[in-house]
């Protein structure tokens, strides 16, 4: 089972991701987690990407596309979650493009719904906890950063809500719960 977790900057779709890794081995395939690795290891590539994702802003489609392209052709899993890909329309064809010739299915798009204001907070929350704890804080965790990620997100990523919804294969879901309680709605989405 393949399925993408669709929502702005801070909705929980890495928590949740996370969840369904543990409880059915799924393979998560986050290309924000695969582009700050290629940063921190100092590579070309994450060289180049430094700058642009510390603004917020989106990094190349054909980088991204190829950071997943690779995964697909060598992890073989019992399903991939996609979490913040694809977050433009370019790689949601691209996507299909793959997975079609993987011989595999996208079985659900999962859209988590979070009010804009809690968004921005989770986000300064996030940068706050890791601090206290002493624990690296991500260059694009502040308020300013945060503005240009949700722009980037309505006026890139949020047609994707549509186009999915047109395909049929959308479902959208209050996140603005406990996290367990956003885990069950999406567990009855899954079966
Ligand atoms: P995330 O961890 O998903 O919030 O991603 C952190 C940053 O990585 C984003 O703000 C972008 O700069 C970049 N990024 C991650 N995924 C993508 C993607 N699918 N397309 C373009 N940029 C991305």
Redesign the pocket.
């Known amino acids: 089972m393949n399925i993408i977790l669709l929502g702005p ?1 801070g909705a929980g ?2 928590t949740q991701a996370g969840i369904l890794v543990k409880e059915r081995g799924m393979v998560q395939l ?4 695969m ?2 690795e290629a940063k921190d290891s100092g590579t070309d590539m994450g060289k180049r ?1 430094a700058e ?2 510390a ?7 054909e ?2 596309i190829g950071l997943i392209r690779e995964k697909l052709k060598t992890v073989k899993a019992a399903g991939f979650i996609f ?6 329309l370019a ?1 949601a064809d691209a996507l299909a493009e793959l997975l079609e010739e993987e011989g595999q299915a996208l079985d659900a798009v999962i859209e988590m719904q979070v009010d804009d204001d809690v968004l921005v907070q989770r986000i300064v929350n996030r940068a706050k906890e890791a601090a206290a704890a002493g624990q690296p804080v ?1 260059a ?1 965790d502040n308020a300013e ?1 945060m503005k240009v ?1 949700l722009m ?1 997100y309505y006026k890139k990523t949020s047609p994707l809500i549509g186009y999915y919804y047109a395909k049929g294969d959308l479902h959208s879901i209050d996140g603005l719960g406990q996290i367990d309680e956003v885990a069950g709605a999406i567990k009855a989405i899954l079966g």
């Open positions: 900057p779709k890495g986050s290309t924000g987690d582009l700050r990407v642009v994702m603004r917020g802003e989106l990094v190349t489609d980088i991204v979490d913040g890909f694809p977050r433009t790689q991500r694009d950063s990620r980037e």
